[in-house]
């Protein structure tokens, strides 16, 4: 099924499938990503669509860039908190533990609404198979998996568009490990 951004039930449309465990495709500020409640462990089947190894983590979306403090104790250093909302991911340590997770507040109000109501966050990566190129262009998105995710919603063709840059502080250092639109 496929609905415009636009369309005013589709906030509530997504934030229904995202809490009922369904894996959807959501336009960020950068590319389109496949999305999915970050606690029902729909990491699974995002990784079976799009054929990805299961050690490759996926980036976490939350609402607001304070909610990082919700899952680690590491200070994050203003020049990046700065930078949110926006195109940055930040590999943070969980609290209390050695194991990381990437976190970004995309620019995206109308996204980061679904988050705030879905009332955690949200697994994104972009819409591609594992080692092919990111699709930009809606059409070949709803061609190449509108029958394998229970929602898409379209915002145009994404032409052009970059990634988030990736940026690590896991070593109190800022280690750019993708850079992507935002340039750090």
Known sequence: MMCLKSND????????????????????????????????DTDIEIRKIKGREETKPLIQLIAKPTD???FTNQQIPESLLSKWPGPLTIIVKNTNSDITTAFRCPGD???????????YPIFSTSVNRSGKPVLENINDIQNEFENEVSLIISDGDKTGSKPSTI?????DKV????????VI
């Open 9 to 40: 039930e589709s906030t509530q449309l997504c934030v229904d499938l995202l809490k009922n465990g369904k894996v959807i495709i959501l336009p960020t500020d950068t590319v389109y990503g496949f999305s999915g409640i970050a606690n029902q």
């Open 68 to 70: 990082i403090y919700n």
């Open 109 to 119: 109000l109308w996204l980061r609404t679904i988050i705030e109501k879905a009332g």
């Open 167 to 171: 940026v690590s502080i896991v070593d």
């Open 175 to 182: 280690k750019i490990i993708r850079q992507g639109s935002l």
